[in-house]
């Protein structure tokens, strides 16, 4: 059973600081990395994708991929209130797969 | 360039019967994958269509099925309703352009389904 690991949260952070997701898989196969943010009653909403190890840089996002470790995380700077959300990671499956493997998602809160 | 559509937005059946999604990719996208959101089970994957063909499968029942036309739209149906088919259904579309490390997909706003 392929699994994506998420710590649920609340992450709670002040305005301003930097937020830390982090997100671990089971399946060493797995080719690219997804962070979707998702609003209370919204759909999910793609942030970033990565698939090469090291760092993806996009604004204030920056994604990290070490696949040895198996572990990919989020980074959001000057974190805002409207950042306010459920993080979700989601893996794909492997290659000529659109199926996405997704955490259970970690709520972030960034009081004002 | 518009976004994924799916209509009905919102939906009550009730058991027993039988209902029908349907989902509108972004212009020019190939695959269709449908996912069901529940607070229990998180974001599951159902299935993904691409070329009006079932590729991939995930681990629902028979009472799921979906199909995808010519002009790359998709339809999910769920016979036989039971309580727990309530849920958020979430249709999502990529170009799957043959490079599957840079696949992407981009989500609809869902249908709320409650089986009452």
């Known amino acids: 059973q392929k699994e994506v690991e998420q710590n649920s949260g609340p992450l709670s952070v002040p305005e301003g600081a930097i937020a830390s997701l982090n997100c671990t898989y089971s399946?060493?196969?797995?080719?690219?990395f997804f962070w979707y943010r998702q609003y209370s009653g919204k759909s999910p909403e793609l942030i970033m994708f990565?698939?090469?190890?090291g760092d993806k840089e996009d604004g204030r996002f920056t994604a990290q991929l070490n696949k040895a470790s198996q572990y990919v995380s989020l980074l959001i700077r000057d974190s805002q209130p409207s950042d306010s959300a459920t993080y979700l990671c989601?893996?794909?499956?492997?290659?000529?797969?659109?199926?996405?493997?997704f955490g259970t998602g970690t709520r972030l809160l960034v009081s004002p | 360039k518009a976004g994924v559509t799916q209509t009905p937005r919102y939906l009550i059946k009730t058991r027993g019967q039988q209902v029908t999604l349907s989902c509108s990719p972004i212009s020019g996208h190939r695959s269709v994958s449908w996912y069901q959101q529940t607070p229990g089970q998180g974001l599951q994957f159902l299935f993904e269509?691409?070329?009006?063909?079932?590729?991939n499968k995930g681990n629902f029942p028979g009472r799921f099925s979906g199909r995808q036309f010519s002009n790359s739209r998709s339809e999910m149906n769920v016979s036989t309703l039971e309580l727990g088919d309530s849920a958020l259904y979430l249709c999502?579309?990529?170009?799957?352009?043959?490079?599957?490390?840079?696949?992407?997909?981009?989500f609809g706003p869902g249908t709320r389904l409650l089986v009452l």
């Open positions: 999502a579309s990529s170009l799957s352009t043959g490079a599957p490390r840079q696949e992407t997909q981009y």
């Open positions: 399946d060493r196969g797995s080719q690219s």
């Open positions: 989601a893996v794909n499956e492997g290659p000529g797969f659109q199926k996405l493997v």
């Open positions: 990565i698939y090469s190890n």
């Open positions: 269509y691409f070329s009006e063909t079932q590729r």
